[in-house]
Each structure stands twice: as C-alpha cells, then as structure tokens.
C-alpha cells in the first residue's frame, strides 16, 4: 500500500477483528469523509475502521449489501455501497487499482 503508514495501527489490530474463521479476502486504504483508515472485504463482511483520534467502526453484512461499485481514476478512485438503504461512498482508495477488486470481490459474494 502506499501509505501505509495511515494504517500501520488498522493492520496490526486487523487480525483481532476478525471472527473465527473469517478471512480477508482484499483490502486497501479509504477515507470515509476525513477519516483515513482501512476498508476491507472478508469472507463474511465489509468492515471499514480508522483510528486516528478515536475510532470509526463500520460493518455490512453481504446481505445487508445492494449494490456495489468500484471506480479508479487518476483524480480519485472510489467504493460505492448501498446497503441498508443509503449509499456510502469511500475515496482515496490506494492503491487505486484496490477500487473496482475490492468491488468484485464484494459483487462476488452478494446473494443472488
């Protein structure tokens, strides 16, 4: 990643986040508004936390998941969820290339 360095505490707290026998399927640095921290897709779930200055924690069930998209550009590169009804856009997806795998990896395991 290339600034890893935003998300060196998100990492290292990654494993204890996860469920028993959950895994990460991708994952890439976003920012959700001001918050620089780590979006991940895993087995289960898309979770999203930052923890600069106290901690951001979002979580989606794939089934709770609607629609998904992932957009890279030079200018900025996004993920778009819909779920539970509202859409909520991550940007400053880096690596960029991260946006639309992330995306399919997330489409991958919606149910039909």
Not at 4 to 23: A, F, I, K, N, S
Not at 39 to 65: H, P, S
Not at 69 to 94: M, P, Y
């Amino acid at each position: 990643m290339t600034r890893r360095w935003v998300v060196d505490e998100e990492l290292r707290l990654l494993p204890e986040r996860l469920e028993y026998d959950e895994q990460v399927v991708t994952l890439c640095e976003a920012m959700k508004g001001l918050r620089a921290g780590l979006l991940v897709a895993t087995t289960r779930r898309v979770i999203f936390f930052a923890r600069i200055r106290g901690e951001t924690w979002l979580e989606f069930d794939y089934e709770t998941i609607s629609r998904v998209e992932g957009k890279a550009s030079l200018i900025d590169s996004t993920v778009t969820l819909e779920a539970r009804g509202e859409e909520i856009t991550f940007s400053g997806i880096a690596p960029r290339e991260r946006a639309p795998e992330l995306a399919s990896a997330v489409e991958d395991r919606l149910p039909r």
